[in-house]
């Protein structure tokens, strides 16, 4: 018998997002954790960056937010086609800005078990 929809109960769960404006830039964060309690996150950004940068900033953020947590099995939903396929290695990162943020994202990364991104 397969039991469908059942929550993991050690995989934290994760939505974020990084934009830019005329108004101001910051990240917003929402973790999940394996009992559903949900933890948002919200940073202001006090320096000029474009939206990709900010949607790094985003990402870096809530992986430290998460380890801090020692989480250790975690599923990130994100809407930049660009950091996720820079992340998984199928796009190069080709912008001079964004390659410490993603050499530095590879590396918080590895302190994970399991991580997958959607």
Known sequence: MIIKDVPSLTTWTMYFDGATNSKGKGVGIVLISPRDEHIPI????????????AKYEAY??????????????LDLYRDSL???CQTNGKWLTKKDKLVPYHTYLTSLMKSFHNISFT
Request: aromatic share 4%; glycine share 0%; hydrophobic share 50%.
């Open 42 to 53: 919200s940073i202001k950004l006090d320096f000029d960056c474009t939206n990709n940068v």
């Open 60 to 73: 870096i953020a809530s992986l430290e937010a998460t380890l801090s947590l020692e989480v250790q099995d």
């Open 82 to 84: 660009l950091v996720i």
